[in-house]
């Protein structure tokens, strides 16, 4: 009876860790999907030309080459 129900206790815990590892893997599919959803945009530096990949839902972006502001 003891060991039947080590048995038993180890299955569910071996269950609960897998179930546990499938939801840590959706949750981290589901963190690239957002990540391929923000679409980089090519934008360049009005003041010193630089191209740089910024998000296009930033309206405003700051060049880290002059640090100045950009539309
Ligand atoms: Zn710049």
Redesign the pocket.
Known sequence: MKIELSVFLTAIFSILIAVIMVIELLEERNKIMIKKDTHLKKQK?E??T?LYFISSALKYWR?P??N?LNK
């Open positions: 530096c003041v010193c630089s060049c080459f002059c100045s």
